[in-house]
């Protein structure tokens, strides 16, 4: 056996963000991560720690960087597509959804009714996959073991959904610049119908093991307190903010992809505090289910993406019997498609929050810069605020209840 | 245009004399570097700007005045309208003042800007490197950093791309 040497952290690099007590040693450091499974991911948090009480929290973030935003910028608009996928791993079809839609701003492109619909079905299923992933992990964390079980038995059968459509469980690339990829198969409406009838009764169960569970409350009622002024100085969106009492969702106060034709509910809650969170995402799982049932309802007919060729690759039986087809497909695979010396910002409500795209063009194929702003990077950011005073045990539950995915912060 | 985010940037023109472009409803005001942070302080005060969605930064090289812009995109919960504001800053002098006393978000997102485009906020309360290691050199988002793929090499083309590869020639 190899001999393990306690190294001490040195104080030097985070002086400034340390209290004086880490400088004369009366407090520990102590790294929690990049390995450690109640980190979400590849994450470093620095604790200054008084016995187990928090005194400072630094994040070390980076761990997962891939330079997506560079790599985009050596891509065409199609082929970049394909990053987006890997940003969020727990929102495919979310990150896709942004993409495009700063993509079809850009070079202002339409979008047929029926690929708006199912753009909002098969999101709204992402977005309960996900939260699906947060309530399982929570769980996790927190010793109720079984949550994830029963979370990742319901979320299988949402990506078995996504299989369904686009061949792939996780990364997607469905959504496509004026549409989807191609139409749902046969089998898809039943798929989902069969999921919204049996999810809500899931839902219940998960409620009935953890809503009111002594165990759960004692570890989540009162911890974290993040206040809404604070939440929106740090840039926190999503359920977070709405745990905090803000009420702003982009599906509702800024409608796109259709969101506007369905009746659902925003839940906000006041408190602020870890079951607070809990508690909103927990009934966006049932009015995400509202709006797929929705959508599926009156999912029109038609084609599922725009006919503008200039963007939009001609279906197959076309190319074969008409020379501007011929030319369109060429000449989008080759080149790819022109977008103008401009610039956009585009956001969408995403499980975490507010997941904008800044997309720059430059008169050519490629983007000229492409800036993800992630939700989960602002909403990471407060946590050094809101774990001050608390024990390490509940720093994890507050972890937890952020609902941070590192590829969303690292990109 | 909106009427209201009308009024705001007319504001802004007459304060600091700021030019602006509007591009399928967004407006982008251009500020100079000196007045960003009373800009940003008088549309959170004033006008309910309260959220900083986004900021980031576009390299123009070879370009070298304005060599880059920052990007500050704002948010009013209130009045549910965006504004961006975007900031000239020239090659030689990579300096900004910080915004961290107006939005603590601006904290780690200059941190990023930092550390993919080298410009410096002076006043910042932690400037370190956010995303990449440390002791990394160089500022990755840079139109003049390579991307680090290795280009295909053909018969036609050997002798020019080899000119241009970035490994250790004898």
């Keep these: 056996m190899s001999e393990y040497q306690l190294q001490e952290i040195p104080v030097g690099p985070y002086r400034h963000l340390v209290s004086e007590r880490a400088v004369s040693g009366e407090t520990m450091l102590l790294n929690m991560g990049p390995q450690h499974p109640s980190t979400h991911g590849v994450l470093r948090l620095l604790l200054e720690l008084d016995g187990e009480v928090v005194v400072n929290c630094i994040p070390d973030i980076g761990f997962l960087h891939t330079g997506v935003e560079k790599n985009m910028e050596a891509k065409t608009y199609q082929k970049a597509e394909v990053m987006t996928d890997r940003l969020d791993y ?79 469980r996780m990364m997607v690339t469905y959504f496509r610049p004026g549409g989807v990829w191609r139409d749902v198969p046969v089998e898809f409406e039943a798929a989902v119908r069969n999921f ?53 969702d982009l599906r509702k106060t800024r409608p796109y992809a259709g969101y506007e034709q369905y009746d659902f509910n925003v839940p906000v809650e006041t408190k602020g505090d870890t079951y607070a969170r809990y508690i909103v995402r927990v009934q966006e799982l049932r009015e995400s289910l509202k709006i797929v049932e929705q959508a599926l309802n009156k999912l029109p007919l038609g084609p599922v993406h725009s006919d503008n060729r200039k963007f939009v690759p001609p279906p197959r039986s076309e190319i074969g019997t008409s020379m501007e087809a011929l030319i369109h497909h060429f000449k989008l695979w080759t080149e790819g498609f022109p977008a103008p010396k401009a610039s956009v910002y585009s956001a969408i409500e995403s499980p975490r929050g507010e997941l904008g795209v800044y997309l720059e063009g430059d008169g050519g194929p490629k983007p000229y810069r492409v800036h993800w702003r992630t939700p989960s990077f602002d909403n990471l950011s407060v946590i050094s605020k809101i774990v001050k005073g608390h024990l390490v045990a509940d720093l994890i539950a507050i972890l937890a209840s952020t609902d941070i995915v590192l590829g969303d912060i690292d990109r | 245009m909106d009427n209201r985010l009308e009024k705001i940037v007319k504001v802004l023109q007459e304060k600091a004399g700021a030019a602006y472009e509007e591009f399928r409803g967004e407006v982008h005001v251009f500020i100079a570097p000196g007045q960003i942070v009373d800009a940003l302080t008088f549309l959170r005060d004033e006008h309910q700007f309260s959220l900083l969605s986004a900021m980031t930064a576009v390299d123009y090289w070879p370009k070298q005045d304005p060599r880059f812009h920052v990007i500050y995109q704002l948010t009013s919960l209130t009045q549910n309208l965006s504004l961006q504001l975007r900031v000239p800053v020239s090659g030689g002098l990579l300096k900004l003042p910080t915004a961290t006393q107006v939005f603590q ?56 791309i080899d000119l241009r590869k970035p490994y250790a020639k004898e």
């Design chain 1, 196 to 248: 919204i009838k049996i999810f809500p009764k899931r839902i219940d169960e998960y409620e009935a093991l953890l809503t009111k569970n002594p165990l759960w409350l004692d570890r989540m009622v009162g911890i974290g307190k993040l206040d809404a002024a604070t939440a929106l100085q740090h840039g926190v969106t999503g359920p977070m903010l709405r745990a905090s009492g803000v009420n702003w």
């Design chain 2, 105 to 160: 978000s601006a904290n780690w997102r200059e941190r990023e800007i930092f550390d993919m485009f080298g410009i410096e906020f002076e006043g910042h309360p932690d400037p370190r490197r956010i995303l990449m290691p440390d002791d990394w050199e160089g500022h990755p988002l840079r139109k003049d950093y390579p991307l680090g793929y290795e280009e295909p090499q053909f018969t036609f083309n050997f002798e020019e």
């Design chain 1, 90 to 168: 727990m929102n495919n079809m979310g990150n896709n959804l942004a993409y495009v839609m700063a993509v079809e701003k850009l070079v202002d492109l339409d979008v047929p009714p029926r690929a708006q619909a199912l753009r909002v079905i098969l999101t709204e299923l992402q977005r309960i996959a996900s939260h699906l992933v947060w309530l399982g992990t929570s769980g996790l964390d927190l010793a109720a073991m079984s949550m994830f079980l029963y979370c990742f038995r319901e979320r299988e059968i949402i990506l078995d959904i996504f299989e369904l459509v686009s061949g792939q």
